[in-house]
């Protein structure tokens, strides 16, 4: 299976730009979109395959009447995901526009339908949704196409997670990334949670990322430094367009910022070391005579002492030489060695 996540560098997060719905059903501004997310640095772009047939039924009354509150208030599902909805005729052109700015194009499908219009293009990895996160069919048709597999697991129990990720594995996928998500748009920073994330990567042997709708990039970062690979933030071009995740979407200059905090964090985090410079260790403190000494004089805790630099014996030894006596004449500000002891 080719390894689309983490191809630029060992161990650099995969930054994605979700599109979503803030292409406002305006094709030239989805391009100028993808543009200016190639400028911010983000590795992919992001998008959402389906049509309101792929998600609801369009109805008004019941389960699918208007929302009463929220983000979406007064929308029923068939309209928000109408007008969330992005052309499939676009796609494609988006995709070759993508790749010519150095990102992977890929999406979220919503039914085996998109599916089946996605390999057409050839995408080359799929993410699921948090609230498809139990549409088992819908996982084993799309691990089953050999592509890596994202998870956002934002309405996810153990069980659930662990059912989504053995389904992926049943078909010979383990190309799998799970995301740690709040599936609140806005989602709260206090509802964020994530020291869950080594938790999760320990529990479930997969990679981790995270999947943010908070307002602010902490989440990002922090996730990055707990172990996250991947992390997913909503883009838009500027929130004053309006449109159905406008809000919890970041801006150009604010995503940019996200983007070079995170390879800041990946450049503190280096690797595992306790290796000490010999430049360092001769900072460090040593054993010096602070006393012009005569030969066959003793050692005392008058006239030697642990002092910068690291020039002299281990201070460890300071018990060890008390009482013990000079071979020479030793001046004041000489390091002591073993060479100027008397063994007796």
């Not at 060992?10 to 730009?17: H, V």
């Not at 999947?211 to 004053?240: M, N």
Request: glycine fraction near 6%; proline fraction near 4%; hydrophobic fraction near 35%.
């Amino acid at each position: 299976m080719k390894e689309y996540i983490n191809t630029d560098k060992k161990n650099s997060t995969f930054i994605i730009a979700e599109m979503s719905a803030n292409h406002n059903n305006d094709f030239n501004l989805a391009v100028k979109t993808i543009e200016s997310i190639a400028e911010v640095g983000a590795d992919a772009v992001k998008v959402q395959t389906y049509k309101p047939e792929s998600l609801t039924l369009n109805m008004d009354t019941g389960y699918f009447a208007p929302r009463l509150e929220g983000l979406w208030k007064g929308y029923t599902p068939w309209k928000l995901y109408k007008e969330a909805s992005m052309p499939y005729e676009w796609q494609s052109k988006l995709k070759k526009i993508a790749e010519a700015k150095g990102l992977i194009f890929f999406s979220t499908p919503f039914d085996i339908e998109a599916v089946d219009f996605l390999e057409t293009l050839n995408v080359s990895m799929y993410k699921i949704a948090s609230l498809e996160i139990v549409d088992i069919p819908l996982i084993r048709y799309c691990a089953s196409k050999n592509k890596p597999i994202i998870l956002s697991n934002g309405v996810a129990e153990i069980k659930d997670m662990e059912l989504a990720i053995s389904t992926c594995r049943e078909v010979g996928n383990d190309d799998i990334t799970l995301l740690k998500c709040t599936s609140d748009y806005p989602a709260s920073v206090s509802d964020a949670n994530l020291i869950t994330i080594p938790e999760m990567k320990n529990r479930f042997g997969v990679k981790i990322g995270v999947s943010d709708h908070t307002l602010d990039s902490i989440v990002p970062i922090v996730a990055t430094s707990l172990g996250a690979t991947v992390v997913e933030k909503h883009f838009i071009l500027d929130r004053e367009l309006g449109g159905p995740d406008s809000a919890f979407s970041m801006e150009p200059e604010e995503f940019r910022k996200m983007v070079n905090d995170i390879r800041d964090v990946e450049a503190s985090l280096g690797k595992v070391y306790y290796s000490v410079s010999e430049k360092d260790m001769c900072r460090r403190r040593s054993l010096f005579i602070c006393q012009d000494i005569k030969k066959g004089e003793k050692l005392t805790n008058k006239n030697i002492k642990s002092i910068r630099p690291g020039y002299g014996l281990h201070p460890k030894y300071y018990y060890d030489i008390l009482g013990k006596t000079i071979k020479q004449d030793v001046k004041k500000g000489t390091p002591l060695s073993w060479e100027i002891i008397s063994e007796i």
